[in-house]
């Protein structure tokens, strides 16, 4: 797909379509436009060197030396660049910046701010009673902020309460009629048992369901509820009482549901509080990103489009620089960057009106995106593939979409692969061998294409080709199955360490025993080296096994851990407290090692020592404000390390802080109590590794610390800087 899109951009600089500046690249990720721009740039080198024709070498020649001047970087990036045209407009500075990482998590510093300050607001320590502090931190604020407050949109809770009593009465109305018609069939039943008078009698009892919501009697429905469900009877034999029975079941199901309905009113006034604090904390968050000018991916997505479309003089100058605009990996895009591309995509004579063009209003041959609806992986980013798909529709037949694939084949291209315009499909894969390819194509067939109700928002999968031949070159496919025990037998060991074992032993055998052949990389073949073989997990949790029992049978390896390293737990506790060792007044980086397992203090203690401005660590452990003895300990054992620590970071190393926290004061023992945190232990390694690094360098914590806080959170593999 890169090919293709690399394609395209060298045939349009040399056949005079396009400038270098006037070309739009995007891509999803930083690496990938890098590694995008190098790869233009030395693909052009190369065929303006290679050129005969004296016009053509001449355009290329000057791509070359004016390609500083191309546009090839990432969505969030380009959107960034289009905001400080305008951002005043939203009260932003022009010189805001975009969160990276983990380490700079605004919305959680903002709630646990504003939960703070309001401690003592009655709807607040209601419901930080019932679910704990932490638990309203992450997961009403924190996530409110994160997926509903941006810079263009807000949610405003104030008539929320109307909107409930609404949805009350909606759902209510309709368990209502249920419950009635149900009602009505088994009061049609003859009353041949006690078991069925005793069911009429019940329903006769009760008010008219339909009426009592009708009227909000909510009291005198709640009333005639009370008595809870009907009667079941599951020793009935004959036909027509198994049905009346499982009508009953249906009218008990009507009735719980209608049950939870009811309980709104009772929680009215700890609804109408909450909504008034959702309120406040809007106002408070959306200030606060304000005036530090710190946003969001989202924020600076949407902004640019509230731009794009209110600011037409903006919209047309974009629409001139630009005359093609090309997407990498579409598939991991959502419908916020397809309305982004349609409003720079839209014919220069027309200019739609507060609103997203349509398909059809799109310049011609302008928009050319490239993807593989299989590929998306970036769902909790927001990537929805069915925009992709529905793009591919509102294209087939070629009006909008760019034809590189069926006009301008790639070099080596075969004719499969060419398509109409408006799609090209890229039918031949050229890294796997085609009987590996007739397999994929044979098990995805059914896999993929199986439900019809999933086809609009999920992948479908089209057979492909594969290469062909390779004689010397035998694949095989292996299915294993390890049998599924509820409770562990003493005579086996479990599950993953099996599969560990045999995974490791077969690998083993196809090196040193079998002379599995692989491809030279020249046409012919070889034997199979370690280095060829690569084992994919869905998780970490058993890499630790497979590691260990790589070493027993003597098989080299390396890992990437590292890709998961900065996304656990420990590196993020370890970090806070490092972070509180150079920065004390970081209240969040405080806020998180108070619960770690380095101190571990309860939702309680942690309310009461932020509240108010002292500074971390400012208390004795003599106030009244623990609850107990055993929070008074612990805190005194974290006021303890964090002094000692202090003192060690003014004339140690970082190696030496991670070797006390990780051995002295326990944090390593913390993670040898739960058996599924065991492969977290190798993490220390890596850590130190890293500090060494930095200490060679003569760099110290705080280079450290930045490093630390560039990946956290991030699952990229992070280069070897040496070693």
């Known amino acids: 797909k890169t090919t293709v899109l690399a394609e395209r951009f060298l045939h349009l600089l040399a056949s005079g379509e396009a400038r270098v500046d006037g070309i739009l690249t995007l891509t999803f990720t930083r690496k990938a436009a890098a590694e995008m721009y190098e790869r233009i740039h030395r693909l052009l080198i190369e065929r303006a060197e290679a050129a005969s024709d004296p016009e053509l070498r001449r355009r290329l020649q000057t791509a070359v030396e004016g390609f500083e001047e191309a546009s090839i970087s990432t969505l969030d990036s380009f959107c960034a660049q289009v905001l400080r045209g305008g951002s005043e407009r939203f009260g932003v500075p022009g010189d805001f910046r975009l969160e990276q990482g983990a380490a700079e998590d605004p919305a959680r510093e903002a709630a646990l701010d504003f939960m703070l300050a309001e401690n003592r607001d009655p709807a607040l320590a209601r419901y930080v009673g019932i679910f704990g502090f932490s638990r309203v931190l992450d997961e009403l604020f924190v996530p409110f902020a994160e ?30 009629e249920t419950m009635a018609q149900l009602a009505e069939r088994i009061l049609e039943a003859e009353p041949e048992s006690s078991w069925v008078k005793g069911l009429h009698e019940r329903l006769r009892t009760l008010p008219d369901l339909r009426r009592c919501v009708r009227e909000e009697r909510w009291r005198e429905l709640e009333d005639a509820l009370a008595a809870g469900e009907l009667k079941k009877n599951g020793k009935v034999k004959k036909p027509h009482l198994v049905k009346l029975n499982d009508t009953v079941l249906e009218w008990n199901e009507a ?10 009113p009772a929680w009215e006034e700890e609804y109408r509080g909450l909504y008034r604090l959702l309120d406040a904390f809007r106002e408070a968050y959306l200030q606060r990103k304000r005036e530090s000018g710190l946003l969001s991916f989202q924020d600076v997505m949407q902004a640019a489009i509230t731009l794009l479309i209110e600011d037409r003089e903006l919209r047309e100058y974009y629409k001139r620089q630009f005359s093609h605009i090309m997407i990498d990996e579409f598939q991991d895009n959502n419908d916020l960057q397809r309305q982004l591309l349609y409003l720079l995509a839209e014919r220069e004579d027309l ?17 050319f995106f490239v993807g593989d609806e299989k590929q998306s992986i970036y769902r909790f980013r927001g990537a929805d593939v069915e925009v992709f798909q529905r793009l591919k529709g509102e294209f087939d037949g070629g009006t909008a979409a760019g034809d590189a694939a069926a006009e301008h084949p790639v070099p080596g291209a075969e004719p499969a692969e060419q398509a109409a315009p408006g799609e090209g499909g890229l039918r ?18 059914g896999v993929m294409n199986d439900a019809e109700e999933l086809r609009e928002f999920e992948a479908r999968y089209a057979p492909i080709e594969g290469r062909r031949g390779e004689a010397e070159i035998d694949p095989r496919i292996a299915l294993l199955y390890k049998p599924y025990r509820e409770e562990p037998e003493p005579e086996y060991v479990d599950g993953n360490r099996a599969e560990a074992w045999h995974v490791c032993r077969t690998i083993r055998r196809i090196v040193a025993e079998e002379g599995l052949r692989v491809h030279d990389g020249s046409g012919g073949s070889r034997p199979c080296r370690y280095d060829d073989i690569a084992v994919l997990m869905r998780s970490t949790g058993n890499q630790i096994h497979y590691e260990r029992f790589l070493r027993r049978l003597g098989v080299p390896y390396t890992v990437q851990g590292t890709r998961s390293l900065f996304l656990e737990a420990p590196v993020y506790d370890l970090y806070n407290l490092l972070q509180l060792l150079v920065y004390p007044e970081d ?19 942690l309310a009461r020592l932020l509240s108010g401005e002292a500074a971390p660590f400012s208390h004795t452990g003599e106030e009244e404000l623990f609850p107990d003895g055993e929070q008074r ?3 005194r054992a974290a006021l303890q390390m964090y002094e000692d620590l202090s003192r060690r970071a003014r004339r140690g190393s970082v190696g030496e802080l991670l070797r006390a ?5 326990g944090y390593r023992y913390a993670v040898l109590q739960n058996p599924d945190h065991h492969p977290y ?28 806080r560039e990946n956290l959170g991030e699952f990229e593999k992070v280069e070897e800087t040496g070693g």
Not at 428 to 445: E, P, Q
């Open 428 to 445: 031949i894969n050229y890294r796997s061998h085609g009987k590996l390819v007739d397999f994929f194509n044979t098990l995805f067939d």
């Open 587 to 605: 209240r969040l980086a405080y806020a998180s090692l108070l619960r770690s397992p380095l101190v571990h203090l309860s939702d309680l203690t």
């Open 351 to 367: 200019s739609a009106e507060g609103r997203i063009p349509e398909s059809g209003e799109l310049a011609p041959e302008k928009l």
């Open 147 to 176: 997926e509903e407050l941006f810079l263009t949109t807000g949610v405003e809770c104030g008539n929320t309460p109307q909107r409930l009593a609404a949805w009350m009465r909606e759902e209510a109305g309709r368990e209502a």
């Open 681 to 708: 232990l190798e993490f220390y390694d890596t850590l130190s590794e890293y500090a060494r690094l930095y200490e060679e360098r003569g760099e110290g914590l705080v280079a450290f610390l930045d490093f630390l």
């Open 661 to 665: 926290l990780w051995y002295e004061y």
């Open 255 to 264: 009735f719980s549901r209608l049950r939870q309905i009811l309980a709104v």
């Open 633 to 635: 300990r612990r805190y």
